[in-house]
């Protein structure tokens, strides 16, 4: 049975940092790129950064965020500094392959002083 399961989530002041991890399993986990999403109230899912041979960051979070893997533990992490308030919403694992899409429930970030 495949799960990702994220952790990390919280309150944070502006100008913070969190560290955000996704523990997958059911899967071989350093076959897939690894992605992070987020989803914020009453609006659409935005890609935030992947990484599989490269990595790739949304412009609004380059130079804040770190995304990385460790493929002995099947997690991935997504290290967030200097955090605004517009980074809060729910951050989602996605591990994408061909012809499998898999996704975790979130976990819910906010960012307010």
């Known amino acids: 049975q495949v799960q990702l399961v994220e952790s990390g989530g919280g309150l944070v002041q502006p100008g913070g940092s969190l560290r955000l991890s996704c523990v997958a399993s059911?899967?071989?986990?350093?076959?897939?790129?690894m992605r992070w999403y987020r989803q914020a109230p009453g609006k659409e899912r935005e890609f935030i950064a992947s990484?599989?041979?490269?990595?790739t960051y949304t412009s609004s979070v380059k130079g804040r965020f770190t995304i990385s893997r460790d493929n002995a533990k099947n997690t991935e992490y997504l290290q967030m500094n200097r955090l605004k308030a517009e980074d809060t919403a729910v951050y989602l694992c996605?591990?994408?392959?061909?012809?499998?899409?898999?996704w975790g429930k979130g976990t819910l970030v906010t960012v307010s002083s």
């Open positions: 059911g899967f071989t986990f350093s076959n897939y790129d």
């Open positions: 996605n591990a994408w392959a061909w012809g499998s899409d898999y």
């Open positions: 990484i599989g041979g490269s990595t």
